[in-house]
């Protein structure tokens, strides 16, 4: 069964450093979307993909946070320097193109910065 | 204040009872999604609602999106311990385009 597929599972980090985390979106899916949850609450949009464009980063921290589709596929979410309130379970997810398409999330990474 | 307001916020219920979730919004959505997410785990899709008033069964799990669009509910029916886990709505407002949570509500099946 195709699904979205997401590394490290866990990262620990110490505060300051940076930090990257790997997303590859199920087959032939063009939207992709990183999300941020923090414990105790739902998934937050960081950033939405639609092939390689980046079609909404409203949310995502631009001065500390970075993240990249360069062939419309695969992707990367890119912390530097990481804080203390950066620890948080962060998902991938993907979707075929279009309103009302559902999203598929993959297992995501839990970042805790020490 | 956020947009899907999702109640309650804990449930602890015994095996076999039944229970009602709720997701309200003042906005309408085209579209609401419901998910079930383990510890440690992402959120599996279960369910999407379009239709005002459409009412969807998955097993023992039944959905109901409100007429308005506006709102929706999930009642379980016999309630298992493989039930518990953090249940999430998610909507998709018309001309949006993308997806806004509800901080779930957190279910407890004891056996």
């Known amino acids: 069964e195709a699904e979205v597929a997401q590394s490290p599972r866990y990262k620990i980090t110490e505060k300051s450093q940076a930090v990257a985390f790997w997303c590859d979106p199920i087959?032939?899916?063009?939207?992709l979307y990183w999300y941020r949850q923090i414990l105790g609450q739902g998934p937050e949009l960081l950033v939405q993909f639609q092939d390689e464009s980046v079609v909404d980063d409203s949310q995502l921290p631009k001065d500390r946070f970075s993240a990249e589709r360069l062939k419309g596929v695969d992707s990367t979410l890119k912390i530097q320097p990481a804080e203390l309130g950066d620890s948080a379970m962060y998902l991938c997810?993907?979707?075929?193109?279009?309103?009302?398409?559902?999203?598929?999330f993959g297992q995501g990474t839990r970042l805790t910065v020490v | 204040t956020q947009l899907l307001e999702q109640s309650p916020q804990f449930l602890s219920i015994q095996e076999g009872e039944n229970l009602t979730v709720y997701c309200n919004s003042s906005?309408?959505?085209?579209?609401l999604q419901w998910y079930r997410q383990e510890p440690g785990e992402g959120p599996v899709l279960l369910v999407t609602v379009v239709t005002g008033g459409e009412v969807k069964k998955l097993k023992r799990l039944t959905f109901q999106f409100g007429d308005a669009r506006k709102d929706s509910s999930l009642h379980i029916t016999a309630a298992q311990p493989g039930d518990t886990g953090l249940y999430l709505c998610?909507?998709?407002?018309?001309?949006?385009?993308?997806?806004?949570f509800g901080d779930g509500t957190t279910l407890t099946v004891k056996p």
């Open positions: 998610a909507g998709v407002r018309t001309n949006a385009g993308k997806s806004t």
């Open positions: 997810a993907s979707s075929l193109w279009g309103q009302n398409t559902e999203a598929f």
């Open positions: 906005s309408v959505f085209s579209s």
């Open positions: 087959s032939g899916h063009a939207t």
